[in-house]
């Protein structure tokens, strides 16, 4: 191996956005994915985005434009509210799907916290 990390082809990605797990080999980058720079990004983007094709279906209802604007927005404001309330948990079972620690999911707030710590013993010279 050439000592960069693995990434998945184009269908392992999509497999993987579908809820397949990744080979071992990738397992950096599934950490990486769930957990560093951008994951809630990516997250929110694959759960809200391919949702808006059939939501416009509501746009084919007669009547006024904002009643169907007004029927997808009953369904899309929750799924907002939901899926951000969720990431955690998924990103802890995605983590755990793949043979890894869920604790993984919130090492970069430890991370942050002990840094906190540290300058505050630091400043206070415990």
Same mark, same amino acid.
């Given at each position: 191996?050439?000592?960069?990390?693995? =990434?998945?082809?184009?269908?392992? $990605?999509?497999?993987?956005?579908?809820?397949? =797990? #990744?080979?071992?080999?990738?397992?950096?980058?599934?950490?990486?994915?769930? =957990?560093?720079?951008?994951?809630?990004?990516?997250?929110? /983007? $694959?759960?809200?985005?391919?949702?808006?094709?059939?939501?416009?279906?509501?746009?084919?209802?007669?009547?006024?434009?904002?009643?169907?604007?007004?029927?997808?927005? #009953?369904?899309? /404001?929750?799924?907002?509210?939901?899926? =951000?309330?969720?990431?955690?948990?998924? !990103? !802890?079972?995605?983590?755990?799907?793949?043979?890894?620690?869920?604790? /993984?999911?919130?090492? $970069?707030?430890?991370?942050?916290?002990?840094?906190?710590?540290?300058?505050?013993?630091? !400043?206070?010279? !415990?």
């Amino acid at each position: 191996m050439s000592g960069e990390p693995a =990434t998945p082809t184009l269908t392992q $990605r999509v497999r993987y956005i579908a809820g397949a =797990t #990744l080979p071992p080999s990738m397992h950096q980058w599934v950490i990486d994915d769930l =957990t560093g720079p951008g994951a809630a990004r990516r997250y929110h /983007l $694959r759960i809200l985005l391919p949702i808006i094709a059939p939501l416009c279906v509501f746009l084919l209802i007669p009547g006024p434009l904002w009643m169907g604007l007004a029927m997808m927005a #009953l369904l899309y /404001l929750p799924l907002i509210y939901f899926t =951000t309330a969720l990431m955690y948990v998924y !990103r !802890r079972h995605r983590l755990a799907k793949h043979g890894l620690d869920p604790a /993984l999911a919130d090492a $970069r707030e430890r991370q942050k916290h002990a840094a906190e710590r540290e300058a505050y013993e630091r !400043r206070h010279r !415990r």
